[in-house]
């Protein structure tokens, strides 16, 4: 009931629709939000709803690849020494150990850099490969960063070979790289190219595997550390991403990996795993490492074998994690003050400055001030003359086209299109305001400023039912691309309003619709319940979940916006 949410239902294809639920057995509903996902064909519907590890593509499609092999190849058998170069966040974390876990069962002798955040930065750096260079590092092979590095990748390529591994946007020029896997180089004939940075380091690993002879079965152990990844890198769920973060979900249930175990205990986390608690509760303990302190002790944690060792390591990220968490809500509540004073008729996109704001946890905070206000927002920390900013977006405005179009004003930038990052002197910051603003003005209406709630097909409370709710998870893992499916009913009449919580944020209304009670629940929505009164009628979007409580399993209705439609 947010009052600026817009609702479009998704065109019914009734044809396939009955098509697909009597050749697959599956409910009308379950077959409509198939073909919202993209489903077009009773095939489709079979490779979506079943395909596994059996159906990974051939690494050997991605361009470079049997090069990439044959160095690293050499480089196992003669003992040279192989250093992996990752990233600070989740993906590069996961990239990194899953190369090195690899390397390591091939017998190599193999070590790992991650580069310090605030000191160094995001990516190659001439000081760190001048250091690895002075260790012996016969061949680097990057995860989850490189491909932007020509300069860097120039001057090292004299003292070793670097093959690079990343998923990031290639520019116009590469880097001079022995080799260089990426799906979305522009001659790459990889079908799948929304893999995340560590589902690249996997396709280099599983081609490892077929080169060396070794089973399959020994590499999907590994996939634990691939769905992590890949889910907290908010890659779209689809293709490739699917089967890995499918795959990989079941393998974190009976996960061997030492830190894992640690993290799931941690974290709270029993029983069967989903992307919800990879991007609510191991994501966030991962990152904590790299954003506040050195994303070093996240990667000895996910590559230790010493179950002592991981439970201290899980618990320093653990206390890191509430630290940034309570780091975060303080500079958002700044900015949110800062916004408070600008004139949001002219201000299309929200940029936003403070002095020595922790650029860790900014993005983070960027993306908790485009929910509130929706606008693309551009957080920046200006610290020892220098601005560090962190960009979140809406659909229509693509950041990373932005900040090209204002590259002669930034030292750098690098992301996609919905995020991305930068740094810039303190006094173009106004000319970056100016310039993202008159893009907006150009690019987007007032209806691109209103968030949609997608609604993939309307439904009667009858529909909704345990059993339902045990067939609709067939369509997990959900994420961008395959969303938490959200259905729509009208006309439901109030029958009881709560509020929840101990500050009371969540709000919780039991309501009637055709004689069938339901109970929905709308979190940090607390607000509305003066405003929904008993007898009033309501529509409401929502996903159904199974809610455990004493025992017994209930139908609740997890509300994305709630509509009111009059009384009684």
């Excluded at 079941?250 to 990996?257: C, E, P």
């Excluded at 905070?365 to 809406?394: N, W």
């Excluded at 045990?470 to 959200?486: D, M, R, S």
Aim: aromatic residues 6%.
């Amino acid at each position: 009931m947010s009052g600026r949410c817009v609702w479009k239902v998704a065109p019914l294809q009734d044809e396939l629709r009955k098509e697909l639920t009597g050749k697959l057995d599956i409910p009308e509903i379950i077959a409509q939000i198939l073909i919202n996902r993209g489903v077009s064909t009773v095939e489709d519907a079979v490779y979506f709803l079943e395909a596994g590890w059996d159906r990974l593509v051939d690494p050997g499609l991605m361009k470079d690849m049997d090069r990439a092999l044959d160095r690293v190849v050499r480089a196992v058998q003669q003992q040279e020494k192989i250093t992996i170069y990752g990233d600070y966040d989740v993906d590069g974390i996961t990239a990194t150990s899953l190369l090195y876990l690899v390397l390591t069962s091939l017998g190599a002798q193999v070590a790992y850099y991650i580069p310090e955040r605030f000191g160094e930065g995001y990516g190659l750096n001439d000081i760190a490969l001048e250091k690895l260079r002075g260790d012996g590092t016969q061949l680097v092979i990057t995860v989850d960063c490189g491909i932007s590095a020509i300069a860097e990748v120039e001057k090292a390529r004299n003292f070793y070979d670097i093959i690079i591994t990343d998923h990031h946007e290639p520019g116009e020029a590469l880097p001079t790289a022995h080799s260089i896997l990426n799906p979305k180089q522009r001659d790459c004939p990889f079908p799948h190219k929304q893999l995340a940075g560590v589902g690249v380091a996997f396709k280099l690993c599983q081609g490892l595997w077929q080169r060396l002879g070794k089973p399959n079965a020994e590499l999907y152990t590994y996939l634990d550390l691939v769905a992590v990844g890949t889910v907290a890198d908010v890659v779209p769920l689809l293709g490739e991403n699917r089967v890995l973060v499918k795959e990989g979900l079941k393998q974190i249930a009976a996960t061997a990996n030492t830190g894992l175990k640690a993290l799931l205990q941690v974290s709270g986390i029993k029983g069967k795993v989903n992307a919800g608690n990879i991007g609510f509760g191991i994501g966030p303990r991962i990152n904590a490492a790299g954003r506040l302190s050195h994303a070093l002790s996240a990667v000895e944690l996910l590559t230790t074998k010493d179950a002592e060792r991981a439970a201290f390591l899980a618990q320093q990220l653990e206390t890191e994690n509430l630290a940034r968490r309570q780091i975060e809500e303080n500079i958002r509540l700044q900015a949110d003050a800062v916004v408070a004073q600008m004139d949001l008729a002219a201000e299309k996109v929200l940029v936003i400055a403070g002095e020595h704001w922790h650029h860790g946890v900014i993005g983070i905070a960027a993306s908790r001030i485009l929910d509130k206000y929706y606008r693309p927002t551009v957080m920046i920390s200006v610290e020892d003359g220098m601005g560090r900013g962190s960009c979140r977006s809406i659909k229509g405005f693509n950041m990373f086209e932005a900040l090209d179009s204002c590259r002669d004003i930034l030292v750098k930038f690098g992301g996609h299109a919905a995020a991305a990052g930068f740094s810039i002197l303190p006094e173009n910051i106004g000319e970056l305001r100016r310039r993202l603003n008159a893009r907006a003005n150009q690019l987007l209406t007032e209806a691109d400023y209103l968030p949609v709630v997608a609604i993939d097909i309307p439904v009667q409370l009858n529909d909704i039912s345990l059993a339902f709710i045990e067939k609709l998870n067939i369509l997990a893992p959900f994420g961008p691309g395959n969303p938490a499916p959200v259905l729509a009913c009208r006309d439901m009449v109030i029958t009881d309003v709560r509020v929840l919580g101990k500050d009371r944020k969540h709000l919780k209304l039991k309501v009637l619709h055709n004689k069938c009670a339901g109970e929905i629940v709308f979190w940090n929505q607390g607000e509305l319940a003066a405003s929904l009164p008993v007898n009033s009628f309501i529509a409401a979007t929502f996903f159904p979940e199974i809610n455990e409580w004493q025992g017994q399993s209930l139908v609740q209705l997890h509300a994305s916006d709630i509509k009111r439609q009059g009384n009684r």
